[in-house]
């Protein structure tokens, strides 16, 4: 069955963007695809990350992963670290991919803003490892939110390169001259790009300094809804019609997150809500998140402080992935002419 790959960076706290863009979508896939998921804590340290942090961060993803549905039996679980061959893979693909396309990176550009010079190589080369960790598996699907469609098509953009300046070797071992596949993105539903609760231009991300502007993964009930009774609205009542979101990203973007949570379309919603006002539709997207995410919260905190049995899963998971991981660098090794 086709095989799907997704990773989440272990670098500070997971929040609802995460959860609605990635993570719950992970869960369904596992009836249809392989599913291979991964803590990548080796792009976590292209910023610095304190090593006891870095700790805590992968066991709550890997714990997010787990509360959230994914089963770690059926799907692969494991942090990046443990298969080398990420590493390697990657390294090979350093010297494919050309240093102007890592600069056209717009996350590359917005985390490394006026200080280019002074960021660490690796974050450079993100994508390449990205790249990396997605066709050491040939994975086809990859489930991920808006912000990493750019890297999804420099993934196939390595994988096109590599195919064709090994394409002679590639035959001559007698390997599929279609060596690494081509990648489809899976981004789809109403919650791929989640905005800020403060600011519906803004991306909720991890690195908003302000703590109301996403709903962590870890906030309690009370937190939880005091964030989306506070949250930044126009003065309209809800439009009728998607349509009627048009120019309204707070409304669009908290119709969208109704709509993630409870599997329905934004126009579902609006049918529902349509013509209320914030009064209204407040309360009961509080209510629906407290519903879906508190029981989340409270079986992550009890994961994470069970040490053992999370990070059995993830050596579990990275013997299974080093064994398919391995299988492509075998191949790719005599592709590329290292001996053994
Ligand atoms: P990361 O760790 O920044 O984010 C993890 C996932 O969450 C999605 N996401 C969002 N979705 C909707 N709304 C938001 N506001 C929001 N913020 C984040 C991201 O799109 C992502 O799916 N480079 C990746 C990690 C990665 C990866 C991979 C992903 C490494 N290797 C291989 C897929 C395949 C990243 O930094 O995600």
């Excluded at 890297?151 to 007698?174: C, P, W």
Aim: glycine share 8%; hydrophobic share 40%; aromatic share 6%.
């Amino acid at each position: 069955s086709p095989r799907v790959f997704s990773g989440i960076q272990p670098s500070g706290d997971l929040h609802l963007g995460n959860y609605l863009g990635a993570i719950r979508r992970f869960v369904p896939l596992q009836d249809t695809h392989e599913t291979i998921y991964c803590v990548v804590d080796m792009h976590a340290i292209t910023v610095w990350q304190e090593p006891n942090d870095l700790r805590r961060a992968t066991r709550e993803v890997a714990a997010a992963f787990i509360a959230a549905g994914v089963d770690p039996k059926r799907s692969i679980v494991f942090n990046q670290s443990q298969v080398m061959q990420h590493a390697e893979l990657a390294w090979v693909f350093n010297c494919i991919a050309r240093i102007g396309w890592m600069n056209r990176m717009t996350q590359f550009k917005d985390k490394a803003g006026k200080n280019s010079e002074n960021v660490s190589l690796g974050l450079l080369a993100y994508p390449s490892l990205m790249a990396a960790d997605i066709l050491l598996y040939k994975a086809t699907a990859v489930p991920v939110g808006d912000d990493q469609k750019q890297h999804l098509e420099l993934t196939r953009d390595i994988a096109a390169k590599f195919n064709n300046d090994y394409a002679a070797s590639i035959v001559e071992q007698g390997l599929d001259p279609d060596f690494f596949p081509i990648t489809e993105p899976l981004i789809a539903g109403p919650a791929t790009r989640i905005m800020s609760l403060r600011d519906g231009t803004k991306k909720m991300s991890k690195s908003d300094p302000s703590d109301q502007s996403r709903i962590s993964l870890l906030d309690d009930a009370d937190a939880i809804s005091k964030k989306i009774k506070k949250a930044t609205t126009d003065p309209a009542e809800l439009p009728l019609d998607v349509e009627g979101l048009k120019g309204r990203p707070e409304a669009d973007n908290l119709v969208g997150i109704y709509a993630a949570l409870s599997d329905k379309t934004k126009a579902e919603v609006l049918t529902e809500f349509g013509g209320q006002g914030w009064g209204k539709f407040k309360p009961a997207l509080a209510d629906l998140a407290v519903a879906q995410l508190a029981p989340m919260s409270g079986e992550m905190r009890r994961l994470i402080e069970d040490t053992t049995t999370i990070d059995g899963i993830l050596r579990d998971g990275g013997e299974r992935a080093a064994a398919i991981a391995e299988k492509t660098m075998h191949d790719v090794r005599r592709i590329v002419g290292f001996i053994r």
